[in-house]
């Protein structure tokens, strides 16, 4: 990999290659260094979990005020992507970062001290909150770091990290809170928070700003600006709909597998036993794209990955039509869908992130946030069809697959309309 010359000023004297040559050690920091920073929110979302499932009773709360720990973190971890995408472009990426992972680690910290449900949702808003800078400044980063293919390897490299960090997070979550309480996470968190912050300090090459001869405006005007000009991008709009309505049939799993799981007689816990196949599939098709990035284009990956998930989905569909309710007949199909989405997601997160460079953070907070609320959204609709087989969710999931096509479509019918 190389990093353009342009885009690395503040690059230590270490990571300079000599006579032009890179150095790949430090290129390696690099990438481990983004890889973290992306993966914090992950973690952080997960990790809390298995805490969860007592946490109505150790604190004399409602199961449904609890769930509210996990909604506050995930609506205000796609939320403050819209604002700090924005921000890290005025001001800079490591900037913003150490904002966000500040906000983190100060909620984590407290949230060691809380003892009722109330300031537990306040705390995981909060973390939230801080988090979501990490997942959109990272993916900005990339863009500014990396070219051409490497972008593409390096955004597989951390949709492999992204789809172990939940079923990682969960385990440790667990051990830590049956060896030393739940309280044990929040503690667990600020520290990893503080590691992060060092690694932006030392690690992180500082983004210059981009020179511009236009006058300055206050950050909101120029925030709504940005994504003006992002929605006129004839490509952006299509490429964000492939994104997120991918990962709104990935979600429509998640919540679904349990139901379906439960009609089969697979209790709690061994749930997460089938439902990992898929993530881990799903890092298998990023290490797919790590390998092909070179040698096949873009438009390869997105309509490789679409069909390779339609065909998962498609196979659990008709095994379910055939009366094969078993749970192996229902995850082993969907072992394509993690494939399938290995290889759309890095891709395609890339040509969203890059088609305004100056832009790049602004383009990953909004494609973050389109992902958290389509995600929500096929999250939801599986509560509407029904669960004694996997039918029911095998449409929806393949409603939402069939529009990431149509709007794959629509991008190359804007690309072809569209003068060189």
């Known amino acids: 990999m190389t990093l353009p010359p342009c885009r690395t000023p503040a690059l230590p004297p270490e990571s300079a290659a000599a006579a032009g040559r890179p150095n790949r050690r430090s290129e390696r920091l690099l990438v481990l260094n983004l890889v973290a920073q992306m993966a914090f929110g992950l973690i952080a979302m997960t990790i809390f979990l298995p805490s969860m499932q007592e946490w109505a009773s150790v604190l004399g709360a409602s199961q449904a005020s609890v769930q509210l720990t996990f909604s506050g973190y995930v609506l205000a971890y796609g939320a403050m992507q819209l604002i700090y995408g924005p921000l890290s472009d005025r001001f800079g990426r490591r900037r913003m970062l150490l904002i ?174 089938y439902i990992m196949a898929v993530p881990l599939a799903y890092i298998g098709g990023n290490y797919l794209t790590s390998r092909l990035a070179h040698r096949k284009g873009e438009r390869w990956m997105l309509a490789a990955g679409l069909g390779v998930s339609l065909a998962g989905i498609g196979l659990m569909t008709a095994l379910g039509l055939a009366g094969m309710n078993t749970p192996l007949a229902f995850v082993l199909p969907l072992i394509l869908l993690g494939i399938g989405n290995g290889l759309l997601v890095p891709a395609c997160l890339t040509a969203t992130v890059g088609l305004v460079p100056a832009l790049a953070g602004s383009a990953a907070a909004l494609a973050g946030v389109m992902q958290q609320l389509m995600g929500a959204l096929g999250a939801y609709v599986v509560g509407w069809v029904p669960h004694e087989h996997p039918v029911g969710l095998g449409a929806v999931m393949m409603g939402f697959t069939l529009a990431a096509v149509a709007a794959l479509a629509v991008l190359r019918t804007r690309e072809a309309s569209t003068p060189a």
Do not use: K
Request: hydrophobic share 55%.
């Open 100 to 273: 966000g992972l500040a906000l983190a680690g100060t909620a984590s910290a407290i949230g060691a001290a809380v003892d009722g449900v109330h300031g537990l949702i306040v705390v995981r808003i909060l973390q939230g909150a801080g988090a979501a800078a990490c997942m959109v400044v990272g993916r900005a980063a990339v863009q500014d770091l990396f070219s051409g293919p490497d972008r593409v390897r390096v955004m597989a490299y951390v949709g492999m990290a992204m789809g172990l960090c939940p079923p990682l997070a969960t385990v440790i979550g667990g051990q830590i809170h049956a060896r030393l309480g739940w309280q044990a996470n929040f503690v667990f968190l600020a520290v990893l928070a503080l590691v992060l912050g060092v690694g932006v300090l030392r690690g992180m090459p500082a983004r210059p700003r981009q020179p511009s001869t236009a006058p300055e405006r206050h950050w909101l005007r120029e925030m709504g600006a940005a994504y003006l000009q992002l929605s006129r991008e004839p490509a952006f709009l299509p490429y964000v709909a492939i994104l997120s309505l991918t990962v709104a049939a990935f979600y429509a799993f998640l919540s679904g597998a349990p139901l379906v799981l439960h009609h089969y007689g697979v209790g709690p816990e061994n749930v997460g036993w």
